[in-house]
Structure formats: structure tokens, C-alpha cells
């Protein structure tokens, strides 16, 4: 029965956030995306699932990014959405590394732009999808996803009215940002897989696994 908001909603992440909280039976499923073929798809896909539903949450898709303070606040005021999940992210490494300022841009900023509005318009969750290589980070896409934890860190200083947390997970099969297809191109070319240390033991989780975490997360944590 929540109005839910999700940002980068038609990508490998967030896609899957849609598929999971439209079963969750929500009045509305607000959908952020840049991409717009990627929020077409979506968008069919979950009209598709209406077909075989009497009660149908609404579908509404916003093209445009988390970073455009004009089309994040009218969505917030029109909509007043009650939980966000922010998936929307550039995380491809090499191409955050050769792309530093949009990388910073969509990452840090359009996470602080998307923050300081829910905070305003007193959204009750928001779930920052972040990344394991937050910590420590050797690479910009890293160092940008860390700058947008510690930005919720300190808004979250003196506010009151939502709960912030933040989901760390990476080796996500099947996403976007996945290092699996660059290794099966590698294993079809007869090799090297090129591995960052050959002693390091590597775990995988689905797409479906890590989203579950994402949205337990808005269930299970206090801020």
C-alpha cells in the first residue's frame, strides 16, 4: 500500500527492485531512469504483470536523472513517494576512470540531490545501493560511491524525518556491473583471466538474492 520510488530502476539492479516490490503489493511504483529504452522495457514488463492482477499498483516512469533537482522535486511533490531505492549509479570502473566528473556527478551528487529532497519532503526509507569497492577504494567509481555514503552519513546528522541506511554487496551474476561476462570472454579466447590476485577466494550471489537484501534492508534497519 506505499508509494515506492525507484531511482535507476531499469537497470540490472534496479529492475529487479521493481519486479520484487511489485509482488509486495504497492499502491504506486515510481520509476527514475535515464536510459530510456531501458525504462521502456521495464515499464512493459511490469504492465504485463497487471494483466493477470484485479489490484494493480500504478506504474509511473520519469525519464531523467537523480541528478536533476527539477525532475527529482516535482516527482517528490506530486507523489510523495513513502520508501526510495536509489540504484542509480555508474559502475563500470574503467569507464567511471576515464569519465571521472560524470562519474562524481550521477554518484555523488545525484545521491545528495536525491537525499536532501527526501529529507524535505519527509520520505519515511531511503536505501542507498552502494558497492563493496566503497571500501578502501582504489578506483573513482569506488571513491564516488564512498563520497555518496558519507554524504547520507552526515545528512542524516540532524534529520529527523527519514531513515537512511546503506546495502554494500559486489559479484552480482548477471548485473550490469559484473565481472562474469569479461571472464567467459576471456575463457572463450583461450585466456588469461586476468584476476586482480589468484589467492583471493571470490563469492557470487543472483540478482534476485542481492535485491531481497536491498529490500529486507528498508524492513530490518534503523538508520
Not at 529492475?15 to 536510459?35: G, H, V, W
Not at 527539477?70 to 542509480?88: G, Q, R, S, T
Not at 531511503?126 to 571513491?143: E, H, P, Q, W, Y
Request: net charge positive.
Amino acid at each position: 500500500g506505499k508509494v515506492v520510488l525507484i531511482s535507476g530502476g531499469g537497470g540490472s539492479i534496479g529492475s529487479e527492485i521493481c519486479r520484487q516490490t511489485y509482488q509486495l503489493e504497492p499502491d504506486k511504483i515510481l520509476i527514475l531512469e535515464l536510459n530510456e529504452y531501458a525504462l521502456y522495457k521495464i515499464k512493459k514488463e511490469l504492465e504485463i504483470f497487471n494483466k493477470n492482477k484485479k489490484k494493480c499498483p500504478e506504474i509511473l516512469c520519469f525519464l531523467g536523472s537523480v541528478d536533476d533537482n527539477f525532475v527529482v522535486e516535482n516527482i517528490m511533490l506530486y507523489f510523495k513517494p513513502d520508501i526510495i531505492f536509489h540504484a542509480a549509479a555508474y559502475k563500470h570502473v574503467s569507464l567511471v576512470e576515464d569519465n571521472p566528473i560524470s562519474g562524481l556527478q550521477n554518484n555523488l551528487f545525484g545521491t545528495i540531490t536525491l537525499a536532501k529532497s527526501a529529507i524535505k519532503h519527509k520520505v519515511s526509507h531511503f536505501i542507498l545501493v552502494s558497492t563493496d569497492k566503497a571500501v578502501r577504494s582504489t578506483n573513482i567509481m569506488g571513491a564516488s560511491k564512498r563520497l555518496a555514503e558519507m554524504s547520507l552519513l552526515a545528512l542524516n546528522k540532524n534529520n529527523k524525518n527519514t531513515k537512511f541506511s546503506i546495502v554494500r554487496f559486489g559479484n552480482v551474476l548477471g548485473s550490469s556491473g559484473s565481472v562474469i561476462p569479461k571472464f567467459y570472454q576471456q575463457i572463450l579466447e583461450g585466456g588469461p583471466i586476468t584476476l586482480t590476485h589468484p589467492d583471493v577466494k571470490r563469492f557470487f550471489m543472483t540478482i534476485g538474492e542481492a535485491v531481497q537484501l536491498v529490500i529486507e534492508t528498508a524492513n530490518i534497519s534503523k538508520g
